[in-house]
Nanobody, 115 residues
Framework: QVQVVESGGGLVQPGGSLRLSCVVS????????ISWFRQAPGKQRELAAR??????TWTMDEEGRFSISRDNNKNSAYLDMNNLKPADTAMYYC??????????WGQGTQVTVSS
């Protein structure tokens, strides 16, 4: 069974930065697409960023505050978030999708942006 574990969330002041990490327990990590979703209280879960197995990337933030990357040698993917705003407060979830499975979710890591 593939396990997905996120880390790196926390409390940060507006304008601050965080790096979220996602570790996936699989021997074929390089074939996985990795997505970061977020869900704020009372809102639907939304896609925040995605990186494919061939390193095509997409992020939701048009200001360029978010970037997604991966390190296949560490079975890890990262979401770097800069100039954080209170509206970025949410639970952030990592989703890992391999070529032959339906995908796996992590338990989430909480990001709170507040002064």
């Amino acid at each position: 069974q593939v396990q997905v574990v996120e880390s790196g969330g926390g409390l940060v002041q507006p304008g601050g930065s965080l790096r979220l990490s996602c570790v996936v327990s699989t021997t074929s990590f390089s074939s996985y697409h990795i997505s970061w979703f977020r869900q704020a209280p009372g809102k639907q879960r939304e896609l925040a960023a995605r990186i494919t197995n061939i390193n095509n990337t997409w992020t939701m933030d048009e200001e360029g505050r978010f970037s997604i990357s991966r390190d296949n040698n560490k079975n890890s993917a990262y979401l770097d978030m800069n100039n954080l705003k209170p509206a970025d407060t949410a639970m952030y979830y990592c989703h890992a999708k391999g070529p032959y499975d339906k995908g796996y979710w992590g338990q989430g890591t909480q990001v709170t942006v507040s002064s």
